[in-house]
């Protein structure tokens, strides 16, 4: 059975820094680029930030220069350092796997997801 457990979440105040991490388990897949969204109240699912497993990396532009997304591929996990953190940052975190099965795309695997709230 394959799945992804996320950890870190919590509340902080505006400025402050939180950091998630995500460990994929009992996989029997290879795992291809992981990443992390969230959702926040009354809002539709976004990306945050992507990395391949070379380590190429995206993210949105609310986020630039403010988080830093990183993997292990040797231990199928990946985290989120989010520093400076603003009010509108406060929403559910999931963390993203594709996973990839005879050297084909399989499909996604989520997290249950972490909550983040910032305060002002």
């Known amino acids: 059975q394959v799945q992804l457990v996320e950890s870190g979440g919590g509340l902080v105040q505006a400025g402050g820094s939180l950091r998630l991490s995500c460990a994929a388990s009992?996989?029997?897949?290879?795992?291809?680029?992981m990443g992390w969204y969230r959702q926040g109240p009354g809002k539709q699912r976004e990306l945050v930030a992507t990395?391949?497993?070379?380590?190429?990396?995206n993210y949105a532009d609310s986020v630039k220069g403010r988080f830093t997304i990183s993997r292990d591929n040797a231990k199928n996990t990946v985290s989120l350092q989010m520093n400076s953190l603003k009010p509108e940052d406060t929403a559910v975190y999931y963390c993203?796997?594709?996973?990839?099965?005879?050297?084909?795309?399989?499909?996604?695997?989520w997290g249950q997801g972490t909550q983040v709230t910032v305060s002002s």
């Open positions: 993203n796997a594709v996973a990839i099965r005879a050297i084909r795309y399989y499909g996604d695997l």
């Open positions: 009992g996989t029997i897949f290879s795992i291809s680029a």
């Open positions: 990395i391949t497993s070379g380590g190429t990396t």
